[in-house]
Every structure is written in C-alpha cells, then in structure tokens.
C-alpha cells in the first residue's frame, strides 16, 4: 500500500506538472514575439546600440570595460581549437581532473568565441568575427557527440558561449551559408540533445539546460521550442524558491551551498533575462506567497557577506578576490543591480569593476560591459 501511495503520488505531481505546463505553453506560444528571434536574446539590438553609444562617449564604467574586452579578444587572436569527436566528460566527484581536463577545452574555445564575437559586433572589426567564426565552425565540424556522466551537463554550461556567440554572429554574410548551416545541424544533433536530456531536473542543471534551449531555440527560430522552454521555466520557478528565499535544492549541497545557490540563479537569472527579451514578459517582478527572484538573490547576496552565518553547513565555500577569470557572485549580482536599478550592492561590486567571469560557464559573462536594463530608452534619457 506504502508502494502503491508513492508511486500515486509521483504519478499525481508529474500530472499536475504537465498540466500546468501545457496551460503555460498554450498562452506563450502565442505571445512570443516572432521579431524578437532575429537577435540575440542575451544581447538584443536595443542593449548593444546602448552599449555603442557609451562607448563613444567613454562613458564610465562601460568605456573601460570594454577595453578590458578588446584585450581579451586580441589574446584570442592566435589561439587555436580544441574541439574534439566525441565529447566525453566523466563525472566531477569521480574523475575530477579528468572532467576538468576535458571541459576545458570547450570552456577555454567558448570563452574565445564569445569575447571575439562580441569585440566584433560592438566595433565592427572583421579579424574578431573570423576569429569566432573559427572556434564556431571547429566544433560545429568536428565534434558529433557528447558521452559519459558529465558530457551532456558541461556541454550545456560551457557550450551555452558558443551558442551567445553563435547568436551575435547568425545574421552576418561573413558567416558562409555551408557553415551556418552545418552550426545548426551541430546544434540540434549535440548540442539540444544534451539539454533536452536534462532540462526536466529539479535543480541547477535543469536551469542550465533550460537556458541554453532559450539560446538554442533562438537561434533555430523555432518559436516551438522557445515556447515550450518558457512554460517550463515559469512552471516550476517558485517551487525552487522557499519562503525565505533560499534555493530548495541547491542548500542541500554540504559546503557547496552557496557556490549551487549561484550556480543555479545565474541561469536561472538570464533565462528570465531572455524571456523577458524574447516576450517583454518581466519575470524579474513576479511574486508568489510572498516569494520572488529578488528575495533569492538578496539570499545569496547576504550569506555572501556572512558565510559563518549560513544556517546549512558550517564555513561554507565562498570565491575570493583574485582571480584573473573572474569572482562570483559578483557577475550575477552586477548584473541584477540594472533590472532591479538598486544601489546595494556598490559596496561589494566596487572592487570587482570592470566585472568579466571567464569561468567554466556563461550567462552573466559581460556584466558591467552589457548592463542588463530592462528599459534602455530610459536609461539614455539618463544619460544624455
């Protein structure tokens, strides 16, 4: 009978789910704005003309920032590939320096990809989309699978750079009609597969998986994945969140809690960024029984700065200054400092400026470079 009540149970909340989603997707799929799949959903005209206009005026903090971009697009310029067959990835917690040897190759060829793609699309130099272009159409071309514990998990935080870059560069005649072509062949056959195979997880790799299907699906204009992605991002977003805003699943992590929390916001983070881009649909605002997105990023924001105060493991991780790649949360935190147009975080962020995160994953890479508003007509009014 115990048997029988759990898997009734399972059998019920699996039905609600589905239920739930479908009612979603049925209004999304016709509120999806068909224009809006023309452009990156990371990165839409309306941030880069901003962006543009900044840097002409060298305006503070964007003009230096992207100089700091520049130098790391001119770093890639004679780097080569490293994209490999099979991409196969074994699991962290068996074979660390194994997953980390292979994952780096498609972060480090990611990371090159994006920094160039975007030096390109914001000052127009043809050498930086070549050079994207390249990493692009190597791993398009050479790699035709993903295998082992942690291929298809890497794949969707790592690979989620190739396909931003990707996106910037989809609509450009330098990119020849045969390589567009065989990108997106590489995209359905590898790089979907991965994410479908995941996006239906409780926890962060679901938000991985579900984000780099918004960036996929974009880039395919398929307005039935885009869809179907949106409706499982907002069936289950306040189901991750607890009434005090801590992340359900990702505390449970031991003395990783607060890295999870991150690992798990920062998509979560940007696939309301590109919904709200591809829908003009603000998330970001949204409450329920008292609980919002915000509250889980004040969450993580002060057990940041009070790590001996988290209730869920004693001295958890935390990232320190440093590091060349790059601190978190500080790229997350910079980044919903212009949704929410909040102050409070200066004091933690002010350190940290110009913020890149050259890391093993991207949503929040270019934080204070691309701020993310969600009004930027406003936003020049401000600064003119």
Known sequence: MQNFNYLFSGLFRRTCQFIRTGITLFFIYFFVDSSCQAQSLMHPTTQISFVKSQISKKSEPIYTAYKQLIVLADSMLLTEHHAVEDFSVPGFYSDKEGQRAMAIKLHTDAFAAYCTALAYTLNGEKKYASKALYFINSWASINKKYSDFDGPVVLSYAGAGLMIAAELLKNDPLWAKKDLNQFKIWTVQVYQK?????????????????????????????????????????GDLFEKIAADGHLIEEVKRGEKGLWYTYFSLAPLTASMWCIHNATGENLFAVTKNGKSIKQAVNYLYYYNQHPTAWPWFKNP???????????????????????????????????????????????????????????YGSERMQQD
């Open 194 to 234: 991965a994410t479908h195979f995941l996006r239906e997880r409780p926890n962060n790799i679901a938000d991985w998986s579900r984000f780099a299907n918004l960036l996929s699906a974009n880039f395919l204009d398929d307005q039935k994945e885009l869809s179907f992605t949106i409706a499982l991002i907002k």
């Open 317 to 375: 991780d935390i990232d320190t200054p440093g590091s060349a790649l790059g601190v978190w949360p500080s790229n997350l935190l910079e980044a919903m400092k212009g949704v929410y147009k909040t102050r409070e975080f200066d004091s933690y962020l002010s350190i940290y400026r110009p913020i890149a995160y050259g890391r093993n994953h991207f949503a929040w890479t270019f934080p204070t470079l691309m701020p993310a508003f969600l009004n």
